[in-house]
């Protein structure tokens, strides 16, 4: 199973697969480092670590988070620039806006005490945000090709 994909909707035993996502298909070498590094950082944020004995993923967006009052602000600025950096691989306006909703969301609730340091560890809205913009440029470089 990849870290970073869509479900296929293939669930077996409650484990939904993912789709790999294949930045090779994007034929600009830029955009394709800077999509990997886009990738790397959203994996530093969301799934960096794995908690011993279990499948559970964190990052440091779920670290920083426990800092009051300013550990939501300084992930929600890093989620913020990863959109910024989406637009400017060429990312439209639905997509960014559906982007802005999953780092809407996260902040929302990240906010909560308790509840939402635990929300930061499952919803991974910059893992989200990459695959969004992944399949959206995988799309392009495929129908361009």
């Known amino acids: 199973m990849s870290r970073?994909?869509?479900?296929?909707?293939?669930?077996r035993f409650g484990e939904i697969q993912a789709r790999p996502?294949?930045?090779?298909?994007?034929?600009?070498?830029?955009?394709?480092?800077?999509?990997?590094?886009?990738?790397?950082?959203?994996?530093l944020l969301d799934?960096?670590?794995c908690i011993p004995g279990t499948n559970i993923e964190?990052?440091?967006d779920a670290l920083i988070g426990l800092i009051p009052g300013v550990g939501d602000l300084i992930s929600t600025a890093v989620s913020v620039w990863l959109i910024r950096e989406a637009r400017r691989l060429?990312?439209?306006?639905?997509?960014?806006?559906?982007?802005?909703?999953?780092v809407a969301v996260d902040t929302t609730i990240g906010v909560i005490p308790v509840v939402g340091d635990m929300f930061d560890v499952v919803w991974k809205a910059n893992r989200k945000n990459i695959e969004?913009?992944?399949?959206h440029l995988e799309r392009n470089a495929v129908s361009r090709g």
């Open 4 to 11: 970073i994909g869509f479900p296929t909707g293939d669930e």
């Open 90 to 102: 060429g990312a439209p306006w639905w997509l960014i806006a559906r982007m802005s909703w999953n």
């Open 58 to 60: 964190v990052g440091f």
């Open 21 to 43: 996502v294949h930045a090779e298909l994007i034929t600009d070498p830029l955009r394709r480092n800077r999509l990997e590094q886009l990738k790397q950082v959203a994996q």
């Open 132 to 135: 969004l913009l992944s399949r």
């Open 47 to 49: 799934s960096q670590f």
